[in-house]
């Protein structure tokens, strides 16, 4: 439910995987060294991680220990809280009432739950798109006293959404729980029954999403990972659970990363809603301002790299995830985790991205071997000339050879150097490069014409 990125110290991890389907061995041998290095970094126990491509689930793998203290191994058939990645499945709800004529986006509040500040005034997309003005309940990256307390749906609405609102309904864009709080509420009076009943019947069952857990009813089981936290850069230790009726609507659900990974599969062939519905849910919401959010109906909307991404993330006590869909490439991409505060899942996708798109192209590999032996010889203060452009040439004048040389030289020997990204633009081929050295990173930027003359070949520190 809740929204940050820290990075901790390491710890050990061990592996075990589902099974290989159809990711090629480099690729996997790539998202298993990316997932093992972070979790070494970060410190987080363990990750579960689902890859689709072309709209198939393709890799499925866990790496690291489900609990510590028992030194059991997580295994991809175990199910992580998935947070604030529920959100989206309120919001379908809601759209499916929509399309059955029985509510509308642009209803207000007013007509459910009339005691609501600015009922009269509050719409149900401004709920679902973080726009309405009700305060949020947990901001906080840590479970509160009062939160061990159960608590019901209607309460949390009392408390936080019968106060005046932070802002002016759709003049700013805001996280809250709360709206999702008043969502779940509207969803399960209009549908007439129990808002997981509805998506078990509506979603989870017709995508045989078999390991769908409420962890607002119950914690998860003995086989399952524990979930843990950290205090500063302490050791991981057991975190609470919170108590039962906070994450209502807004993220209650826990699953394996394979059956998020079929959602995600029925986002990219628009199975499960109208394509008007998902239209809705994966287009940016604009402020009254003009002004985009950024956020959609429950998810992220954004462009990575010129591909258009429907993401979000999710934090509970002691778990995160991350969950993104490439629907144009038909990729999706899942990272759970069970370590609140972390920017783990995110690290482990961003890193798994990379390795999806950098390998779409054959000539991938060898344009990376140019780009280095380029590399290596302005390090050196040499230039081939007949592989440029003239404008490149011009770019590379005496002091430029000189600087390049002056400055790369000192680093050594690169400890990597890999292709990060790849698009068009103005008709030549744009590829970026990450460059790591021990004590420096450098991000490369190339573009190549049509007949492989080398148009730019740019290098400055990475952020």
Known sequence: MRKTIIAFAAIAAVTVSLHAQELPAEMRASVDKAAADILAKTGAPSASVAVVRDGKIVYEHAYGLANVETKLPATPQMRYSIGSISKQFTSAALLMLAEEGKLSLDDKVIRWLPDL???????????LSMTSGYQDFWPQDYVMPMMMQPVTAPEIASRWAKIPLDFEPGSKWQYSNTNYVIAGMIAEKVAGMPLLDFLHKRVF?????????NTDAAPLGAGDPMR??????GPVRPAPKEGAGWMFAAGELAMTAHDLALWDISMIDQTILKPSSYRAMETEVELNNGVGSRYGLGVGIGIADGRRVISHGGEVSGFTARNEVYPDD????????????????AQIATSISKTIFAQTDPATPKTT?????????????????????????AYFDEQAVKDFAASLA??????????SAQSLRGGMTLRRYRIKFPTKTLAL???IMPDGKIEQYQIAAAE
């Open 228 to 233: 843990y936290l950290r205090y500063a850069l």
């Open 117 to 127: 500040t600015r009922a009269g005034d509050v719409t149900i997309r401004q709920l």
């Open 369 to 393: 071997e140019q780009m280095r032996k380029i590399f290596d010889e302005l390090q050196k203060g040499r230039i081939d000339r007949s592989q440029f452009t003239s404008n490149a040439n």
């Open 205 to 213: 069952d017709p995508l045989h999403m078999t390991t769908v857990s």
């Open 410 to 419: 000192p680093l050594g020997t690169p400890q990597e150097f890999v292709q």
């Open 445 to 447: 930027t190339t573009f």
């Open 330 to 345: 038909r990729v999706a991409i899942v990272v759970l985790t069970n370590m609140d505060a972390t920017g783990t899942p």
